[in-house]
T-cell receptor, first 115, second 112 residues
Framework: DADVTQTPRNRITKTGKRIMLECSQT?????MYWYRQDPGLGLRLIYY???????NKGEISDGYSVSRQAQAKFSLSLESAIPNQTALYFC??????????????FGPGTRLTVL | GENVEQHPSTLSVQEGDSAVIKCTYS??????FPWYKQELGKGPQLIID???NVGEKKDQRIAVTLNKTAKHFSLHITETQPEDSAVYFC???????????WGAGTKLIIKP
């Protein structure tokens, strides 16, 4: 089984709808991240969480919210989806370890289309 | 704000030749520089990283070099193989908030 799973894998929705993307991990990592990927722009960080009670905004948090329900679960919500939120969304995890920066393990991605 | 520029956006090389991808960063406090490989339909996967206390790191056919004075780092792949075809991303740390800033990616094509 995959260590980092994302549901759904694909989603098509309409402008104004509320959408939730879910991420689960079995790696036992404390740190979790949500990124979006757009062609030609690389990965941009939306939110990150270093433990269940720690939630931080990333580079592009406007229009998004998150919930860290447990160490293993981190959900991303679009309260009112708009077309420019059409993108590929990735969840990632990393171990806290002794270093500030450690390898991030990515899920398979969720392709979201907002019409 | 902090920025990472990556070049080229597409690189096509003959199988067996070497490939070099370059990145520059703007935050002089950056001290961690990973490289990720993304295969079609999958999430990125770390292939090599370097910290600011070293200038070069090798792992079999892959090497990364870092020039902190010039604020640039490069990925070198030797003896390229078809399975090296993918999109490669560089990233640099931002000390102030523990984030990574990512380059736009390089699509590497290995021609048979």
């Amino acid at each position: 089984d995959a260590d980092v799973t994302q549901t759904p894998r694909n989603r098509i929705t309409k402008t104004g709808k509320r959408i939730m993307l879910e991420c689960s991990q079995t790696k036992g990592h404390d740190r979790m991240y949500w990124y979006r990927q757009d062609p030609g722009l690389g990965l941009r960080l939306i939110y990150y969480s270093f433990d269940v009670k720690d939630i931080n905004k990333g580079e592009i948090s406007d229009g998004y919210s998150v919930s860290r329900q447990a160490q293993a679960k981190f959900s991303l919500s679009l309260e009112s989806a708009i077309p420019n939120q059409t993108a590929l969304y990735f969840c990632a995890t990393s171990d806290a370890g002794t270093s500030t920066y450690n390898e991030q393990f990515f899920g398979p991605g969720t392709r979201l289309t907002v019409l | 704000g902090e920025n990472v520029e990556q070049h080229p956006s597409t690189l096509s090389v003959q199988e067996g030749d070497s490939a070099v991808i370059k990145c520059t960063y703007s935050d002089s406090a950056s001290n961690y520089f990973p490289w990720y490989k993304q295969e079609l339909g999958k999430g990125p996967q770390l292939i090599i990283d370097i910290r600011s206390n070293v200038g070069e790191k090798k792992d079999q056919r892959i090497a990364v070099t870092l020039n902190k004075t010039a604020k640039h780092f490069s990925l070198h792949i030797t003896e390229t193989q078809p399975e090296d075809s993918a999109v490669y991303f560089c990233a640099a740390s931002i000390r102030s908030n523990y984030q990574l800033i990512w380059g736009a990616g390089t699509k590497l094509i290995i021609k048979p």
